[in-house]
């Protein structure tokens, strides 16, 4: 079971590994995090897992559940017995208790490199930050004699990259065209998109959007088909978080 909105630096396999022909009942994923309460936490006693709580409301411990989680078949029978919580919903914290009390065995894998919960529009733009960061440049796309590409740069097939500046680390996706704009670090924009005159920096931009004259724009994520535009020519720095197919103004 992998929760869509995790991230993980080194991905599942040696986890995986780790748990087949291993015996136990379910393998569960811990990191250590500066607010426990937010998350599902685990409690341990030496390499054995005491117990699990679902966003405790004392400090029990640091130990944050990460949301990948190994079973055997008898997660099904946990599922079945459950109740739901005072939230009013079936927790998976509650599954895997129940088969701690079952004296199923249940064991623990820490996370090593990092770890992202991108369940906040902040937390995307770490999660993109930090995979930008580990990456190389390559360039699968065009770019005119009037360009300037600096640090990492990734221009996927079909690029094209005309009178403009970019400062990587950032990624365009293909037939992404940039044209009369700068594009900052820790950027990623999607396929089939459009940007004209425009600067954009520390931002996620999802494929077929239209950027024109936005001047400037950072700290924004903007979802699938989304088009900003502006007809006021003074500089000014905007923050955005729009829905897919959303029209933007700016004045």
């Known amino acids: 079971m992998y929760l869509g909105d995790n991230m993980l630096r080194d991905g599942i396999v040696p986890f995986v590994q780790r748990f087949e022909g291993s015996g136990c009942s379910a393998q569960i994923m811990v990191t250590s ?11 341990m006693d030496g390499d054995r897992v005491v117990r699990l709580v679902e966003k405790p409301a004392e400090r029990i411990s640091d130990l944050a559940l990460v949301g990948v989680y190994l079973f055997d078949p008898s997660v099904h029978d946990a599922v079945r017995a459950l ?9 998976i914290t509650e599954a895997i208790q129940w088969l701690l009390d079952q004296g199923k065995d249940v ?7 990092w ?4 369940g906040q529009p902040e937390d995307l733009l770490e999660a993109n930050r930090l995979v930008l960061e580990g990456s190389e440049s390559s360039n699968e796309g065009e770019v005119d004699v009037a360009s300037k590409l600096s640090g990492t740069v990734i221009l996927q097939k079909g690029a094209r990259i005309e009178n403009s500046k970019l400062r990587g680390p950032l990624i365009v996706g293909p037939n992404t065209v940039i044209k009369n704009s700068f ?34 724009l ?13 007809s006021d ?19």
């Open 233 to 251: 020519e003074r500089p000014r720095s905007y923050q955005l978080m729009v829905g897919d197919s959303g029209r933007v103004g700016l004045i």
């Open 83 to 91: 109740k739901p919580s005072g939230r009013g919903e079936l927790e």
């Open 107 to 113: 064991t623990v894998h820490r996370v090593e490199g």
């Open 218 to 230: 950072e700290d924004s994520l903007l979802g699938r088909a989304v088009v900003v535009e502006r």
């Open 33 to 43: 995090v500066e607010q426990p309460e937010q998350y599902g936490v685990v409690e």
């Open 115 to 118: 770890w992202k919960d991108t």
């Open 183 to 216: 594009i900052g670090p820790f950027t990623s924009i999607g396929p089939d998109c459009v940007v004209e005159d425009s600067e954009i920096e520390h931002s996620v931009i999802m494929e077929e959007c239209r950027l024109r004259g936005v001047r400037r």
